[in-house]
């Protein structure tokens, strides 16, 4: 896991002690969006000089801080996550049985996916499911977005299931990355709605950019969702 750890270290240290009013990325990396959120959530999505071609990283914050941080490749493959409330990380596999593709998914309209992530606190998850171009774009603030739906199941290494969820998302086609949107997850123990969706898209120079603050759905209940509700595109 000395991947992993090496992106936790990149990441925790911008919002450790007292929270800032801004994101401070890591040396040699550079932001492009960031993405204040219905649920309280506030993103940076951003590219490190060090990392392979077509990677990049993103961290998520709530009103208590760091929430997450994960990278994706070009394809959005889940590289590797840390999930800063459970305190655990994971990684991709080596050789999927079938990877993740965005350009399968633009090509076709559709594309399915069955890999495993590896984690020191939980061990094995299989991750399956499908994601679908609805056909529907919308516009939020100024940016235009593919609509997708998703189902999606979690099994941990005995092949129980974890969770299920199904829902919708968006692509970026010029960002190659997947943004939040509205779902149901359900577990062992509950079912319960979620909506992750982008309300306000803030670009380098404009006000609020890599800003710590979520703005919008703040001061409500903080959901005890489970650590794994992040599928792997919702969340890098």
């Not at 999927?96 to 495993?116: K, N």
Request: with cysteine; charged share 20%; glycine share 8%.
């Amino acid at each position: 896991m000395k991947y992993v750890a090496a992106l936790i270290l990149l990441a925790v240290p911008a919002v450790a002690q007292e929270r800032p009013e801004t994101f401070g990325l890591p040396a040699g990396c550079d932001a492009f969006v960031t993405v204040q959120g219905t649920s309280c959530q506030v993103e940076h999505h951003f590219t490190c000089a060090g990392d392979p071609e077509g990677h990049q990283r993103r961290v998520s914050l709530d009103e208590r801080g760091l929430t997450y941080a994960g990278q994706i490749d070009n394809e959005t493959q889940w590289i590797a996550s840390f999930h800063a409330l459970t305190g655990h990380s994971e990684q991709l596999e080596s050789n999927p049985v079938e990877p993740a593709s965005l350009s399968e998914l633009i090509e076709t309209g559709e594309d399915a996916y069955d890999f495993r992530t590896m984690s020191d606190m939980f061990g094995e998850t299989r991750f399956v499911g499908r994601d679908t171009l609805t056909g529907r774009q919308v516009t939020i603030d100024g940016v235009t977005l593919d609509e997708t739906s998703y189902d999606i199941t979690a099994y941990d290494a005995a092949g129980n299931e974890i969770w299920t969820s199904q829902g919708n998302e968006f692509i970026s086609r010029n960002w190659r990355t997947f943004l939040s949107g509205t779902g149901t997850v359900t577990t062992a123990e509950d079912t319960f709605e979620k909506d992750d969706r982008p309300v306000e898209f803030i670009f380098p120079g404009e006000p609020g950019f890599l800003s710590a603050q979520p703005k919008y759905g703040c001061g409500l209940a903080i959901s005890a969702a489970p650590y794994s509700e992040e599928t792997p595109h919702d969340h890098i």
